[in-house]
């Protein structure tokens, strides 16, 4: 499957303007494209990118929309971090209707094998590794080194924090999120909505909606 990747020439806005945005500016700085407008739902936040002007909310962005021709000539990514993998889906939904593109992202460093399905609007970040015949769905965050192994397979919504390092044969339901530095062993499955902590180790099965932690990692909330 081919991507857009390293050569996009496009211009770029991000919904979201905190440290996200910054990480995917200097992605899309080296696919020859660049950042010309921030979006985000907070009225108290600032952009973070020097010069580039910031909308808030649907508003804005309808506000942008008529300022421009062509909307479907430009891209746009998700520059929303941590555990909000359904608010990544719902704005992706939102970018769609006004006829922004959503392509994947793809660091110059990442390594992927050329089996890898990935869905619309995933960012697969500097120094990651993901391994043959695995599947990652739509809007989700391979971080900075994380490592996913053959076979694996990725819902929607999914956050693999940097670092964190998912083995063979491994599942991961819809919008959850793999804290940094985890480890999840060979053919582990993990729900839905989960969040696993920072560090910890992973050696069985994980319901829905739960947070572990810990070497094994256990259950703390639900």
Known sequence: ????????????????SAGHAKVLADL?????????????????????????????????????????ENPEKFAAALAIGGSQGKDRKKIATLL???RLSL?????????????????????????????????????????NS????????????VHVAPGAVLCGCVTIEDYSMIGAGAVVLPRINVGKNV?????????RDIPDGVTVVGNPAKLISE
């Not at 499957?1 to 979201?16: E, S």
């Not at 994380?146 to 919504?157: K, L, V």
Request: charged fraction near 15%; hydrophobic fraction near 45%; include cysteine.
């Open 103 to 143: 392509p994947t992202l793809i660091h110059n460093s990442a390594i992927l094998s050329d089996s890898v399905v990935l869905g619309r609007a995933t960012q697969v970040l500097a120094n990651s590794v993901v391994a043959a015949d695995t599947i990652i769905g739509e809007v989700c965050i391979i971080n």
């Open 195 to 203: 969040v696993i902590g920072a560090g910890a180790i992973v050696t």
């Open 28 to 68: 899309i700085e080296i696919s020859n494209s660049k950042v010309i407008a921030l979006f985000d739902n907070n009225p108290n936040v600032l952009s973070c990118l020097p010069g580039i002007p910031l909308f808030y909310g649907e508003d804005g962005l309808r506000d942008w929309v008529n300022q421009v």
């Open 96 to 98: 769609s209707r006004v």
């Open 1 to 16: 499957m081919t991507y857009q990747i390293r050569r996009l020439n496009k211009k770029f806005v991000l919904w979201g």
């Open 146 to 157: 994380a490592t996913i192994d053959h076979e694996c397979r990725i819902g929607n919504g």
